[in-house]
């Protein structure tokens, strides 16, 4: 009874071991798969309905020593290019940001990646919003 105490105490300390280093692990191998120009090549949204107007979207994250910027450039319909930029901050895998006025995003995202080239980023607060980029740099 006693080996099993042991063995069971053991696994337990080598599974929390596992996790604790895996957790700070995947948040800066995901900051670093982040860093760079992504395009929006796919929405799913419960709250906008754009209907024929093409959209496009590019978003490129730089990481920096003392803050994280990011320019946003998107255009919809036939419109012209507007080009936003401010700053972002990943924690584990929520990422947020502040425009460059001032004002915080309008939501918080659970950013996944499917493989290095494909990031996914899903609203966390009110509609359910799915953004799917791939990189382009």
Known sequence: MAIMKKISVLFLFVVAVMLSGCK???????????????????????SVTIGEEQVSVFIAFIGGTTTNEFSLRQNIGDGYLNTFTGTWTLSDNMLSGVYSDGTAWGNTYVVSMTDDDTMIMETTVGTAEKYTYKRIE
């Open 24 to 46: 700070k692990a995947t948040n800066d191998d995901l900051y670093s798969l982040l860093i760079g120009e992504w395009e929006l090549v796919d929405y799913s949204t419960k």
